[in-house]
């Protein structure tokens, strides 16, 4: 269209010029309509549809884009890990902003599904790899092991809240309300060594264990080992409890467990403290759950309710006595515990997603900037920007920048939202026993997924879209989701299992997952299940008619308006000449008169081949079409 326009401009500077004698045929012969036929405009359009290049077009872009990626953060990662690590956490894609700083255009294009669905599972397991922390329990991952410094003369975060809850002559109340001490002034037995049911120790509210077990693939994700071991040894998770309890409750209760553990004792002691002979079914249903712990602990109650038991006997069953406050004070810690770390690591992941945003932003903000330094260098910094000196071209060209940020906040407010979305979604997951119970060491390819579904949330919120646009692009997302786990975990196990070592193999499995996705998203694109192609193809054609139509009426309108101007100018100068003529003739004033007669000849662009008398008798005596009758 921008040809018509230009063409338009042309016609109007010429009719300014054209003589009134020849305005009329040149008005007939003039085609201010684009030149562009019906066919053209309709082949342009359905160019626009077209697989340029084909699957193997599309497939050397994807092992372009992915090894490059792939092969500099590898490099990063042996030569430079804290610029590697600051790279995943921002989720800063070379190969993209290398990308659009050679070829980005206004208006600017978005990533394929295809390359965005295996940039997304890289940058996935990448982000994992960097956190530290292993699939497989570790307690060094969570776990403060700070050593006593002059700096530090408290210890780890266990010595820090022990000591934080005792008084100044070392003795206090632990969460149960059994009186305790510090190790140094506790009452010792026979041996020399303090009592450990005298001995006030901190204790995990929810232990690491199980911290790992429920939510280790959302902190794997979203989380680090430094964030992770400040947030589950905070003091909210701790709780002052007697050593012998705190060694009965174990590293993988939680209070709510161990009240259940202890009351499984009590139970037990009360089938114990029947005959043999008296008990029901139900009776040895109960004592068949014990362990042999708890069955040992249930008959030590039952002899104790007979007055059996001896000093020692007594204190070990000191660590299996909850009062029915010691159980109130048990639970409360307990939820108020959950809540702290639910809540912390809602904030952790927060943290990493907005850090992850700095990548989308770097993308978007690269590709025009790159661009106007390029254009500037190439063309000159006022090139395209009118008759501007160097401070306001540049000026605008940043301008230009900010305008092109501004129309893509929609998109990156949209995307921060559905990562934030997707990241309370995979917390929540990960914390429900049934999903976890599910899907076993699977949970990792499921969570992956959870990014499906926000996904296809944002395309069925999306304003303007048709129900054969949203499910084609729904399929798409799923199709992805699916070659990506098969990429990403299927094909990066046959690596290993054939001895390609990583972080080769991490590369190998990020370019089979795009190549596999390429060729799915190919075969969904041309299988065309909701018959997209051709509502689009139909709704593009009619998109580029409007605007020929709206090019054509404005063309037209200065077509108009200018030929309007050029014959009322030629009229009122044409009646402007009549009258000095008429007067000339009038007064006898002949020299007036030829004045008048080469002022229109000069305006009709007619040159008079004679400037005297003599010259003009000599052209009539040579002309042979003009005769002179008496």
């Not at 690590?85 to 990533?111: E, T």
């Not at 982000?127 to 092991?145: L, P, T, V």
Request: aromatic share 6%; glycine share 6%.
């Amino acid at each position: 269209m921008n040809d018509q326009r230009g063409r338009a401009d042309k016609i109007a500077r010429e009719i300014a010029e054209v003589s009134p004698l020849a305005l009329p045929q040149y008005l007939a012969e003039c085609e201010f309509y684009d030149m562009e036929d019906t066919r053209d405009v309709l082949d342009r359009a359905v160019s626009e549809f077209e697989d340029a290049g084909g699957v193997g077009a599309n497939l050397a872009n994807t092992v372009v884009v992915s090894l490059a990626n792939s092969c500099t953060l590898l490099l990063f990662k042996k030569f430079h890990e804290p610029t590697y690590r600051k790279m995943v956490k921002g989720k800063v894609n070379i190969s993209q902003i290398v990308d659009r700083c050679l070829n980005f255009q206004y208006p600017a294009s978005q990533p394929s599904p295809v390359q965005t669905t295996s940039q997304a599972f890289q940058h996935d397991r990448l982000r994992r790899d960097a956190s530290n922390i292993d699939k497989s329990y570790n307690g060094d991952n969570y776990r403060d092991k700070s050593q006593k410094t002059k700096e530090n003369p408290e210890g780890n975060r266990n010595s820090q809240f022990r000591n934080s809850q005792l008084s100044e002559s070392g003795t206090a109340k632990d969460i149960t309300g059994r009186d305790v001490h510090a190790r140094e002034s506790a009452p010792t037995g026979a041996d020399g060594k303090p009592l450990r049911s005298k001995v006030g120790e901190a204790d995990h509210v929810k232990p690491l264990k199980l911290i790992h077990e429920e939510n280790g693939s959302f902190v794997r994700r979203y989380s680090d080992e430094a964030d992770i071991k400040a947030i589950v040894n905070s003091d909210e998770n701790f709780q002052l409890l007697a050593g012998d309890m705190n060694a009965s409750k174990g590293g993988g209760k939680t209070n709510q467990q161990f009240i259940e553990y202890v009351e499984a004792i009590d139970s037990a002691s009360e089938v114990y403290g029947k005959p043999e002979a008296q008990r029901t079914d139900e009776d040895k249903a109960v004592l068949k759950k014990l362990n042999g712990t708890q069955k040992k602990a249930a008959k030590l109650k039952a002899r104790a309710k007979a007055g059996k038991l001896t000093d020692d006997e007594r204190r070990e069953l000191e660590k299996y006595e909850l009062s029915d406050e010691a159980k109130k004070a048990l639970l409360k810690k307990q939820k108020q515990s959950e809540k702290f770390l639910r809540n912390q690591l809602l904030k952790s992941g927060g943290k990493t997603v907005l850090m992850e945003q700095i990548g989308k932003i770097v993308e978007t903000l690269v590709g025009p900037l790159a661009f106007e330094v390029r254009d500037s260098f190439r063309n000159g910094v006022s090139h395209g920007l009118g008759d501007v000196n160097a401070f306001e071209a540049i000026t605008k060209r940043l301008w230009r920048v900010l305008c092109h940020l501004w129309r893509e906040l929609p998109r990156l407010v949209g995307d921060l939202l559905g990562d934030l979305s997707q990241m309370a979604a995979t917390l929540f997951m990960t914390m429900c026993k049934i999903i976890r119970d599910f899907f076993g060491k699977f949970l990792d390819v499921v969570v992956s997924g959870i990014s499906v579904l926000v996904d296809s949330v944002k395309v069925l919120m999306t304003p303007n879209m048709t129900g054969a646009q949203r499910g084609d692009a729904i399929v798409k997302i799923a199709a992805g989701f699916v070659t990506g786990v098969l990429g990403s975990f299927v094909i990066d196990k046959a690596l290993n299992a054939i001895g390609i070592p990583d972080p080769f193999s991490d590369i190998a499995a990020v370019l089979a997952s795009g190549i596999v996705s390429t060729i799915v998203m190919h075969f969904f694109d041309k299988l065309d299940i909701f018959n997209l192609k051709r509502e689009v193809r139909i709704r593009r054609i009619e998109e580029i008619f409007q605007a020929r139509a709206q090019a054509t009426r404005d063309a037209t309108a200065r077509f108009d308006l200018a030929v309007f101007e050029r014959l009322k100018a030629e009229r009122k100068q044409q009646e402007e000449r009549r009258a000095r003529l008429d007067t000339a003739l009038e007064a006898g004033d002949f020299e007036t008169v030829n004045d008048e007669i080469d002022d229109i000849a000069s305006s009709f662009k007619v040159d008079i081949p004679y400037a005297s008398t003599a010259e003009f008798i000599q052209f009539v005596r040579d002309n042979e079409r003009i005769v002179i009758s008496a």
